[in-house]
């Protein structure tokens, strides 16, 4: 079974940076297009970011020009490189296939406050 595992949280003053990273199990990244989502308290959760299996890359308008999206196939590792945070960055950050597909793994919290 296809597991995900986020890792990267932390408590980042306005303007910081922060490195996500989500560790995929089994065989299957290489071949899969991958997303990061984020849900901030009180919201649903949406996609901030997407990376095909190829590498093209696509973004929410909320993140655009901050945040960038990138793959290491040989690692099975995904990544999500924040900048410039804002405090409505604030939220558990998840990985999943783009569409979704695995089961949600448990998230990793950013915290974006002075």
């Known amino acids: 079974q296809v597991q995900l595992v986020e890792s990267g949280r932390d408590l980042v003053q306005p303007g910081g940076s922060l490195r996500l990273s989500c560790l995929v199990s089994?065989?299957?990244?290489?071949?899969?297009?991958m997303g990061w989502y984020r849900q901030a308290p009180g919201k649903q959760r949406v996609m901030v970011a997407r990376?095909?299996?190829?590498?093209?890359?696509n973004y929410a308008d909320s993140v655009e020009g901050r945040f960038t999206i990138s793959r290491d196939n040989a690692k099975n590792t995904l990544y999500l490189q924040m900048n410039s945070l804002k405090p409505e960055d604030t939220a558990v950050y998840y990985c999943?296939?783009?569409?979704?597909?695995?089961?949600w793994g448990q998230g990793t919290q950013v915290t974006v406050s002075s």
């Open positions: 089994g065989s299957i990244f290489s071949i899969v297009h």
């Open positions: 999943n296939t783009a569409p979704i597909s695995i089961t």
């Open positions: 990376i095909s299996k190829g590498g093209s890359t």
